[in-house]
């Protein structure tokens, strides 16, 4: 017999106060302007956020209707400053790609 997938929860039950949690801050680099053209919005997260959590934050905060979330994690380097060295924090990105016609204006905020 072949295990199937369970299913799929299609709303994460998220609180308010939960959902301006998960949404950090939208990152605007080089990259995520690249990935802009493709429909995709990238944003920092709680490294404990996972993409349910993500989808709802955004589809209720923007009032859009999302694809799909992929996320990473970078681990934070270790750099020197005056000869000490320091590390900088872990970070969690996540890219979340809207389905057509639906757009977010990073610079405006929520």
């Known amino acids: 017999m072949s295990k199937g997938r369970g299913s ?3 709303a994460a039950s998220v609180s308010n106060a939960r959902k301006y949690q998960v ?3 939208p990152l605007v680099t080089e990259k995520s302007t690249m990935a802009s053209e493709h429909n995709q919005v990238a944003f920092e997260v709680p490294i404990d956020a996972s993409k349910p959590e993500i989808k ?3 589809e209720d905060l923007f009032k859009v209707k999302v694809k799909a979330v992929n996320t990473l994690r970078q681990q934070g380097k270790v ?11 872990d970070v969690k990105k996540a890219y979340v790609t809207l389905e057509e016609g639906h757009s ?7």
């Not at 750099?79 to 924090?89: A, C, E, Q, Y």
Request: glycine share 12%; proline share 0%.
């Open 23 to 25: 949404l950090r801050r």
């Open 104 to 110: 977010i204006d990073v610079t405006t905020g929520i």
């Open 56 to 58: 709802a934050a955004v």
């Open 79 to 89: 750099k020197r400053f005056r000869g000490r060295l320091g590390r900088r924090s």
């Open 8 to 10: 799929h929860k299609t």
